[in-house]
Nanobody, 124 residues
Framework: QEPLEGSGGGSVQAGGSLRLSCAAS??????MAWFRQAPGKEREGVAV?????????ADSVKGRFTISKDKDNAKATLYLQMNNMKPEDTAMYYC??????????????????WGQGTQVTVST
């Protein structure tokens, strides 16, 4: 397994879109997820995708964000398509692997592998 490597963050105006990517070689058979952490706040689950492609989302992003995964043999790339973004989406976003199929509070503690984080800033 190679380290997870997230990318694609940046700055966008409210209502805009961004797509985050996470190189996840060796994690094609793992539950994978996106978390985020805003300054002064706890890390929270955003979206999770199971090995069969099932997905779950935090209520705050349902209908706006889509998690997906490309698998090519042992390689996998995790994505988070973010549409109709809001200023409250501003945070450091992290990809994670090897945890439960949950986005509830505290689920981050059970994920074993983490990317380095990519900053997303949404301005009004």
């Amino acid at each position: 397994q190679e380290p997870l490597e997230g990318s694609g963050g940046g700055s966008v105006q409210a209502g805009g879109s961004l797509r985050l990517s996470c190189a996840a070689s060796g994690f094609s058979s793992a539950v994978m997820a996106w978390f985020r952490q805003a300054p002064g706040k706890e890390r929270e689950g955003v979206a999770v995708i199971d090995t069969d492609g099932s997905t779950r989302y935090a209520d705050s992003v349902k209908g706006r964000f889509t998690i997906s995964k490309d698998k090519d043999n042992a390689k996998a790339t995790l994505y988070l398509q973010m549409n109709n973004m809001k200023p409250e989406d501003t945070a450091m976003y992290y990809c994670a692997a090897g945890g439960p199929f949950e986005v509830v509070r505290g689920s981050d503690k059970f994920f074993q592998h983490w990317g380095q984080g990519t900053q997303v800033t949404v301005s009004t």
